[in-house]
């Protein structure tokens, strides 16, 4: 961005854009950008550690350019750093999102990237983007902003050890992974205690009983499901002797398990920790409770992003911030609207979300019944048709939290309903399962087709 000045003479400076290349072990790569009034450019550049003396030095360098409106890129939290240094010099941050930082490189200065390149690129971006400057979350928020962040990282960790773990078993040992019957706490009890397959299939009866019971929900006859898994194990157990290393798999299997334990373990101390944060701000938090879908692992996220919700001017603008508005693509006379979404917001924010969304439209009867019709009458797939409901459901909690009203279930005409009429409403707006089981098929034949293509 930039500052005019008024100063009379051809050859004085009215223009001023500064452009930092922010690095996490680097040095941050600075340019400041003067025009003069009859339209010279000078660049001057320098460099400045990620370090106390380094920001110390930037300050003291765009001292001399106050008010100034300084132009990053958000790597990692380095913009905290640069928003304290330039606070000092009088001068403000203004971010540009990844992306839109690559496409105004790759316009300006081709595919070549480096350092200088790219913080002659920042300087002008107040040219093509509009920018405002940044005002950080203040320090308890941004300790749950961290903590929500962590916490989604550390799910989608767990989750990869648990789909390493579901691939080994769907080609190592199908069968016993069959007998389980899609009872995860059955698969992990069972293989957390007999990891080798010789060793499942020589257990005891009694034993391999007991762990099904106790891990095992409504199954009428447990004795026949353990005998079931033995005899699996031992199957399998022959047909790979001689072809595989069965204390190798045992050890493998063993390994996924720990990552398992380990994430979930994790998750807990980051969930703790972001529930803590989250009731110090903001107790027990009715107002945001009220939402539709909003629950104690949705709603500290939305916190934590959101606040009060004030630092968005419109419900758009906070759907926008989440990146869940659709994109849009124009060449000369070809114009693409509704295409996919931009994704452009916190990633974990946007799962947040949609999570809360595939709640909201359960209980909700106008989010059930715009569900509804995205299924059924437009033929959007499960995840289109959740996604727009989490674009409303944004919009609605920015009214929330921006009015400081409760949320009030209302039916598709807009009498008020109570919580339990309203879920039994939207319960009978449930879309068909022969719908669902078309849009499953479609997905699937667009996946494949994409194979061959």
Known sequence: MS??????????????????????VANHQVTIRETTRDGQVQLSRFHAPPTIAGLTRLSERLAAYPHVLAVAEPTSMTWLGLHVALHEAGCDLALVGTRHAARLRGAISGKNKSDVIDADV??????????????PPTPPQLALRRAVVRRGKLVIDGNRSRRRLISLARWAFPDVWEEFAG?????????????DLTALASARRSSVTNVVAAHTR???????????IRTAAGRTAAFWQGHLDLQALAWETSEHLRDIALAAEQIERATTQAHHYWAALYGDDPLLLSVPGMGPMTAPTIRAFFADASAFPSAKAAAAYVGLTPSTWSSGTVVQPSRAITKEGPAVLRLACYQAAGGARRVDPQLAAYYRHLMVERGHCHTQA????ARKL???????????QPFEYRDLDGTPLTRAAAKDAARSLAVPKTVRARARARSAA????KLTK
């Open 3 to 24: 500052i005019d000045t008024t100063d009379p003479g051809a050859d004085r400076v009215v223009r001023v854009q500064v452009g930092i290349d922010a690095a996490v």
């Open 183 to 195: 009872s995860w706490p059955t698969a992990v009890a069972v293989l957390t205690r007999w990891p």
């Open 218 to 228: 409504g199954v009428p006859d447990v004795d026949a499901r353990a005998e079931r």
């Open 446 to 449: 667009t996946q494949r087709s």
């Open 386 to 389: 959740t996604i727009a409901v």
């Open 394 to 404: 944004v919009e609605r909690t920015w009214t929330v939290l921006t009015r400081g």
């Open 122 to 135: 920042l300087a002008m971006a107040g040219d093509v983007f509009t920018l405002s400057p940044l005002r």
